[in-house]
Every structure is written in C-alpha cells, then in structure tokens.
C-alpha cells in the first residue's frame, strides 16, 4: 500500500514568488492536513480539508491556503513568500476523527 | 486554549537505560492521545495511540504510554534505550470529535553509548 506522497521534497524560491506544494493521500483517506515544522515553533497546523471542504484552519495568515480534489489529493498554495516561511511542510492524511494521521515525508521549502 | 505540553526539548539517556518523556494536556474531558517519532528527514510516524479502552498503551518498538486522567498525563517510556531509538518524539492530542490534532513541541531524544 503506498504511502503518503508530496512532492517535490525540495524547493528553494526567492522573497515575493509564490509555491503550490502537492500531496497525494493513501488509498481511502478522505482527510488531508497540513503542518508547518519550524525548529522554534514544532509543528504548527495550518488546515485540513473532508471530502473537497476545508473543515479546520489554523492561525496562518491568507497568503496560505489549500484545496482537496475529488481523488482526495491536496494542494497547498503560499503567496508572497517571505523569509520567514522557509520550513518544512508536512502533509498528514487519516480516514476521518479519532483516526491516526499518516505523514509524508515533507517538503523543504527555502526561502531566500 | 487547548494545550499540550512536552517537557524538555532534548533527553539524554544511556543505551539500556530507561527512557521517560513527559506530556501534559490541557482539557477537561478526556481527548485522544497520540505519541509520534520522527527521524531525520522523514515525516512522522505513528507509536501508539489512546482511546480509551485501556489506560496503559503499549506502541510499536517497546515503547508504552500511560493515561492518568487525574494528572492530564500521557507519558512516554520505554525499559531499555536502543541506539536506534534517537529520534524527535511528538505527543498529540484530538480533543473532541471534531477538532483538529495539536501536537507539542517535540522532545528530541539522545542516546548516549
């Protein structure tokens, strides 16, 4: 059974580009969040989305959002790259409440 | 707010030495509580996972977790620390039903030879 995939595992843009990173659930997960890993602030949730809706957000500002398909693979687009959001994005997938989360293993992102 | 707190960011342990690592959640009604590890350049993975039916969770790789309601607890222990137990460990907590999963801020384990 495959994995969680993200891609591209890495990405370096500059200040004011904008970045659309891509994640494909397992087979069967209809649930898809979001993570930004930051060495000082952990793992902090940006936002996941049910069946094509977006059903929780975290505290990210608007240049941040997201969007499910109907196959359940999501997207996450950052506009107006700042230096500041450089990290790790992580995608997290699960079949629904109360249902552990499977991760990929991230995008780096590098913001210069 | 909900919360979950891990204490200490780094946990030096000698190899066959016990390993302990502490978190506290904030809520009233009991949530559900997930311990994570996470090796370099990799995404997370799951250890084990509390839902109630038992207030001792036993994982994957020897680890164990312990719920104890009437301290918001949810600690992490292993007997005997391998080398290959170096990682990032992560508590988690869903607190209802409909509420995204928070995790703490990691607690980076070392094992020392």
């Known amino acids: 059974k495959a994995g969680v995939t993200q891609t591209p595992r890495y990405l370096i843009k500059t200040r004011g580009q904008q970045v659309t990173l891509s994640c494909s659930p397992i087979s069967g997960h209809r649930s898809v969040s979001w993570y930004q890993q930051t060495p000082g602030q952990g793992l902090q949730f940006l936002f996941e989305y049910f069946s094509e809706t977006q059903r929780n957000k975290g505290n990210f500002p608007g240049r941040f959002s997201g969007r499910q398909f109907s196959n359940s693979r999501s997207e996450m687009n950052v506009s107006t790259l700042e230096l500041g959001d450089s990290a790790l994005y992580l995608c997290a997938t699960s079949r629904g409440r109360n249902s552990p989360l499977h991760f990929g293993n991230g995008t780096r992102l590098t913001v210069t | 707010?909900?919360?979950?707190?891990?204490?200490?960011?780094?946990?030096?342990?000698?190899?066959?030495?016990?390993?302990?690592?502490?978190?506290?959640?904030?809520?009233?009604?009991?949530?559900?509580?997930?311990?994570?590890?996470?090796?370099?350049?990799?995404?997370?993975?799951?250890?084990?996972?509390?839902?109630?039916?038992?207030?001792?969770?036993?994982?994957?790789?020897?680890?164990?977790?312990?719920?104890?309601?009437?301290?918001?607890?949810?600690?992490?222990?292993?007997?005997?620390?391998?080398?290959?137990?170096?990682?990032?460990?992560?508590?988690?907590v869903e607190m209802n039903r409909d509420d995204k999963i928070i995790f703490g801020k990691g607690t980076r384990l070392h094992i020392l030879p």
Request: neutral net charge.
């Open chain 2, 1 to 92: 707010a909900q919360s979950v707190t891990q204490l200490g960011s780094h946990v030096s342990v000698s190899e066959g030495a016990l390993v302990l690592l502490r978190c506290n959640y904030s809520s009233s009604v009991p949530p559900y509580l997930f311990w994570y590890v996470q090796y370099p350049n990799q995404g997370l993975q799951l250890l084990l996972k509390y839902t109630s039916a038992a207030t001792l969770v036993k994982g994957i790789n020897g680890f164990e977790a312990e719920f104890k309601k009437s301290e918001t607890s949810f600690h992490l222990t292993k007997p005997s620390a391998h080398m290959s137990d170096a990682a990032e460990y992560f508590c988690a």
